[in-house]
């Protein structure tokens, strides 16, 4: 037999899906113009603020929800997240009240689906970003193990000016190229490690049973860094730059010295 209350989380859980439906395909499926990294910083603030986003939906006065907000940080630096510690004001007491509804924790949580539904979708854009770019990237860095010795030997050992300063512009636009795709390697695996730490360091352990699952979801998945590899053997980032350029060095040092 369904509860009443079973029944109304039921209703709920409907209406949210409703409401989902009535957005845009752009929420559905991110459109290619969306930055990984910059929707990364996005969905850390969104978790790290999603209890004070639904103090704020629950029309608590904004001034109220910063200081509470000022007051937990502040705690949390001082006590070191001793609880015990904390001096309570009354403005704490009225939000821990909102807090106990019924009302505001299914708030609170269908406000934490939304976050975790667009989490999701952006999981799901930079697995299309890495396969439409597996291809260009992997032969991007294969190639460029190649074109950067001889370009860099050729430009070197030329006798003529115009043909060495054309080798010289054409390698320092290659290398801009294959750093600017590093760079944005590593910004998706830095965002990607810095949304566990804000993670932690939201009010999640003050809120109900059932956010604190979905929480703890969201942590588990978290864990797990997002990035672009190339060819499935490393990661883009800035190392493998770095990496490819001593390699490519190398091999230049040593075709110099066959050379002469």
């Known amino acids: ?11 709920n859980d409907a209406q949210f899906q409703s409401d989902e439906d009535k957005k845009s395909l752009a929420d559905e499926d991110p459109a290619p113009n969306m930055l990984c990294d910059n929707e990364k910083i996005k969905i850390a603030k969104n978790f790290h603020n999603c209890l004070y986003m639904a103090l704020l939906n629950f029309n608590v006065n904004e001034q109220t929800v910063l200081n509470f907000k ?14 015990k510690n904390v001096e309570h004001t009354s403005e704490d007491d009225y939000i821990l009240q909102i807090m106990n509804s019924n009302t505001f924790k299914k708030s609170l949580n269908n406000l934490m689906v939304s976050y975790i539904k667009h989490h999701q979708a952006v999981l799901i854009f930079v697995i299309k970003v890495e396969t439409f770019f597996l291809p260009i990237v992997f032969m ?6 190649f074109y950067h010795v001889f370009i860099t030997f050729a430009c070197l050992s030329s006798k003529e000016k115009s043909l060495a300063l054309i080798l010289g512009e054409y390698e320092v636009c290659a290398l801009t190229e294959l750093l600017v795709f590093a760079v944005a390697g590593q910004a998706l695996i830095n965002e990607s490690e810095n949304l566990y730490d804000d993670l932690m360091k939201s009010p999640w352990y003050i809120c109900d049973v059932k956010f604190q699952k979905l929480f703890y979801m969201v942590l588990i998945r978290s864990g797990r860094v997002n990035r672009v590899s190339v060819g499935k053997l490393t990661n883009l980032s800035l190392p493998t730059f770095l990496s490819i350029m001593k390699t490519a060095l190398s091999y ?5 010295q066959v050379v002469e």
Do not use: G, P, Q, W
């Not at 000022?70 to 609880?83: G, K």
């Open 252 to 256: 230049l040092a040593v075709l110099r």
């Open 140 to 145: 991007k860095v294969c190639i460029s193990m």
């Open 1 to 11: 037999m369904v509860s009443k209350e079973d029944t109304s989380d039921s209703d």
């Open 70 to 83: 000022n007051r937990f940080n502040n705690s949390i630096t001082t006590h070191h997240s001793d609880s």
